[in-house]
């Protein structure tokens, strides 16, 4: 969900920070995962599967709720009360690309000798797919060869 | 640095949430973004840049040379006692692309009026560089045409 009316004094000028502010957590970026990358959607599903405490389970889904990252709708199964899910909006399903990029980072920089528990595949080739640079004409650039260039709006 | 020979059995098998046990703090996550953005070394340009206190700084970068991902130097200016500088390995280097995707989602879902502080463009070219996936053939593949599969080494 954008944010165009939001106050530009209260937030940081950096967009690292203010990303951070929304998923800067563990918790919250395993939340993430779970719904990002396995369609958890179920309270209880998120609870048993991260071992979280519920209480911590539940304030980290409000923020994300309130960020806008994810929307909270009641469901209701036969003979048992009202209980919610959470799905992610399209803001929240471009996490993905963080997500993969941690991913990433982890299977090259701390291997595991059974090889990677999750690969990421394009749905239609099958092919292997990773996180890289790429240019405006879709032309992938080294990592070295990206330059992060101050802009006339960088805090002075 | 890769750690070949560590021990699976302590280790996460998910790699994000490795990566999250190496970067997963916020005071770590901005401090890599002065040294990989902005080109810091030195601990009181850390300090001074972020605001953060002189044993919490201390602390995240001795987790961060510690992890393989920077390392310690020493250095000497005239007259003045022995400091020290630190600096990016090259998986600390591969953060970039971590610290980029970061970046951009901030900038398309938390734009601020004013525009992006920083911007990313291709050293030789000079052209716009965002993150996205690619296939082995360097192709892009949209966010949503990604598949997370779940390889035999998933935990059950």
Same mark, same amino acid.
């Given at each position: 969900? @954008?944010?165009p009316?939001?106050? $530009?004094?209260?937030?940081?000028?950096?967009?690292?920070?203010r990303?951070? #502010?929304?998923v800067? %957590? @563990?918790?919250?970026?395993? !939340?993430l995962?779970?719904? *990002?990358? *396995?369609?958890?959607?179920?309270?209880a599903?998120?609870?048993?599967?991260? /071992?979280?405490? &519920? %209480? !911590?389970?539940?304030?980290?889904?409000?923020?994300?709720v309130? *960020?806008?990252?994810?929307? @909270?709708? &009641?469901?209701? #199964?036969?003979?048992? +009360?009202?209980?919610?899910?959470?799905?992610?909006? &399209?803001? /929240?399903? #471009?996490?993905?690309?963080i997500? *993969?990029?941690?991913?990433?980072?982890?299977? #090259?920089? +701390?291997?595991?000798?059974? =090889?990677p528990?999750?690969?990421?595949?394009?749905?239609?080739? =099958?092919?292997p797919?990773?996180?890289?640079?790429? $240019?405006?004409? $879709?032309?992938?650039?080294?990592?070295?060869?990206?330059?992060?260039?101050?802009?006339?709006?960088?805090?002075?």
């Amino acid at each position: 969900m @954008k944010r165009p009316d939001h106050d $530009d004094r209260t937030e940081p000028a950096c967009s690292i920070a203010r990303t951070l #502010e929304v998923v800067g %957590d @563990k918790w919250t970026l395993l !939340i993430l995962r779970e719904a *990002a990358l *396995a369609n958890v959607t179920r309270f209880a599903d998120f609870k048993d599967r991260l /071992g979280v405490a &519920p %209480d !911590i389970l539940s304030a980290r889904l409000g923020t994300l709720v309130d *960020a806008g990252v994810m929307t @909270k709708q &009641p469901y209701r #199964e036969p003979g048992s +009360r009202t209980r919610f899910s959470y799905h992610l909006t &399209p803001a /929240g399903e #471009e996490l993905r690309l963080i997500l *993969a990029a941690l991913q990433q980072w982890g299977d #090259e920089n +701390r291997p595991r000798a059974v =090889g990677p528990s999750v690969v990421r595949r394009s749905a239609d080739l =099958g092919r292997p797919v990773r996180v890289a640079f790429v $240019d405006d004409t $879709d032309t992938t650039v080294p990592t070295d060869a990206v330059k992060f260039i101050r802009t006339a709006s960088y805090p002075s």
